[in-house]
């Protein structure tokens, strides 16, 4: 079933568990990418005080004493920047006409890769045109780059493709995603199985849970929730009592748990409902411009090309490759024998050109 009635196991016995895991559990999504809000909250505290760290001490090697009035930004203030430009996925989607699939995956990009990165080494701007750009490849949706960044003002190829392994590398090659609105389409199929339901099913109804899905992509919800409890959300905010028939329906004749939970199911939609309501919104435009502002301050100088700390980033970098590369050849050469033997020793060998001289 596409929307893995809410993803949770069926029994606790160890080999019907994995028989019946569902799928969305065998993802690398789930292993790695779904976090508690409290581990979120840890991973970006942790991620901003050590980029504050590294930036402050940066501006002190270049001129002692320079760091002392700089208002670094903190981790909720790198969440508003990057929530501001989730919005800047959809408009571009909109422009290139890309389906769905894409501006989801664009935006899942974005969120990962900051959770390994901090808007203080890389802007989300460009970095937004990158994760957009290889969601396309990795959707097969493809757009030439020449094409997509004919389109978007003052943006260059490079700009797109220099930050395109980074991001890679930050989601951990795991490109695959698994979506809230393909779990609403999931739901949406097995209502229109239910009996005497088809006359209920207005195309609205699903339209507007699609919303409430795209509101949910400006929140942490997919970082915490599967993507079946936020479409049953959605659903449930659309049409209260068709998403109730539906969770009905995934239960035992008897009643007992199955896939779902009478008991459980209220809490988890009420916590991605309440998510939803305060965060699903595009953030206070002036309150992002005075991020912005400070971002330009506070931005880490080895990330900007030109810098004095840049320049010597750059050197150090070099430096450290032109090591490696000198370690690696004297190593080969250590090691390299001749193919064709030891040297011949001619010590006590005859000379057979002696004797053209005695004639």
């Known amino acids: ?13 160890p080999k019907e568990t994995e028989k019946r895991q ?17 581990g979120l909250a840890q991973i970006r505290e942790k991620l901003n005080e050590a980029a504050v760290a590294v930036i402050r001490n940066t501006f002190e090697v270049d001129q002692p004493g320079s760091s002392a009035n700089v208002a670094f930004l903190n981790a909720n203030e790198e969440v ?21 699939e894409v501006e989801a995956t664009a935006i899942s990009y974005l969120k990962r890769f900051y959770l390994k990165n901090t808007v203080m080494d890389w802007h989300p701007k460009n970095v937004m045109l990158t994760a957009l750009f290889l969601a396309t490849k990795t959707t097969n949706n493809p757009i030439s780059l020449e094409t997509y960044t004919s389109h978007i003002p003052k943006t260059a190829p490079s700009d797109v493709l220099d930050l395109e392994f980074l991001v890679a590398q930050s989601l951990n090659f795991e490109f695959t995603i698994w979506h809230a609105h393909r779990a609403l389409w999931g739901i949406w199929l097995d209502l229109q199985s239910l009996p ?73 939609l009420g916590l991605i409902k309440g998510m939803v309501l305060k965060e699903g919104h595009v953030p206070d435009v002036e309150s992002v411009r005075e991020i912005d502002r400070r971002l330009r301050i506070c931005k880490n100088p080895e990330k900007i090309v030109g810098s004095k700390a840049y320049l010597a980033k ?46």
């Open 1 to 13: 079933m596409t929307s893995n009635a809410l993803d949770s196991p069926a029994t606790t016995d």
């Open 22 to 38: 569902p799928l969305y559990e065998a993802s690398t999504q789930f292993r790695n990418w779904r976090f508690s809000p409290e």
């Open 80 to 100: 508003v920047l990057v929530r501001l430009y989730v919005t800047k996925i959809s408009q571009l989607c909109a422009m290139f006409r890309f389906p769905e």
């Open 196 to 268: 005497d339901m088809t006359s209920n099913l207005e195309p609205s109804i699903y339209d507007a849970a699609l919303n409430h899905i795209r509101a949910s992509r400006l929140t942490d919800a997919e970082l915490i929730y599967s993507p079946s409890q936020i479409a049953l959300t959605a659903f449930s905010v659309a049409a209260p009592e068709l998403a109730s028939k539906w969770a009905q329906s995934k239960l035992t004749p008897d009643g007992t748990q199955s896939q779902l939970s009478p008991d459980t199911i209220p809490p988890v």
């Open 314 to 359: 750059q050197a150090e970098d070099e430096r450290k490759v032109e090591e490696k590369r000198s370690k690696k050849i004297f190593e080969m050469q250590k090691g390299q024998t001749d193919p064709f033997g030891d040297e011949i020793q001619t010590k006590n060998l005859v000379d057979y050109d002696d004797d053209d001289d005695d004639d």
